[in-house]
């Protein structure tokens, strides 16, 4: 098997084991390092961390605006309200008008969480 080949079966085991709790840590803990990557691997890196970010969090925004959504309505409207100052600090990123430091701390406490810590 080729090392590609051992890396698929290992992602196929991983998201048959893992939680969605976990999972979600394990997506946020990739794109967070993406973007620590990206700002000395240049814009065309913080572009794609970038919006690979916004699409992750565009994502929880409509899980969290879902009725279907179990969580708390404060912790649902929580994640929403992080979920649009993260769009717009993203603007200014790509902008060339804020680094990706609080981009990258919104992260980390949420990775936090999920982690239980």
């Given amino acids: 098997m080729t090392m590609q080949g051992h ?3 290992y992602q196929q085991v991983q998201n048959v084991t893992e ?4 999972t979600e840590y394990r997506i946020f803990a990739q794109v967070t390092a993406a973007m620590m990557k990206a700002e000395q691997q ?3 890196e913080v572009v794609r961390a970038v919006h690979w ?6 994502m929880l ?3 969290c605006a879902s009725e279907s959504n179990g969580l708390p309505e404060s912790v649902r409207a929580g994640v929403i309200s992080l979920a649009i100052w ?11 008008e804020a680094d990706l430091q609080p981009l990258v ?6 990775m936090e969480g999920l982690s239980g810590g």
């Fill in 53 to 58: 970010n916004r699409r992750l969090w565009l």
């Fill in 7 to 9: 890396q698929q079966a």
């Fill in 61 to 63: 925004q409509a899980d």
């Fill in 86 to 96: 993260v769009d717009k600090h993203s603007r200014k990123a790509l902008k060339r």
């Fill in 19 to 22: 939680n969605p709790r976990q």
């Fill in 42 to 44: 240049g814009h065309a």
């Fill in 105 to 110: 701390e919104v992260n980390r406490n949420i």
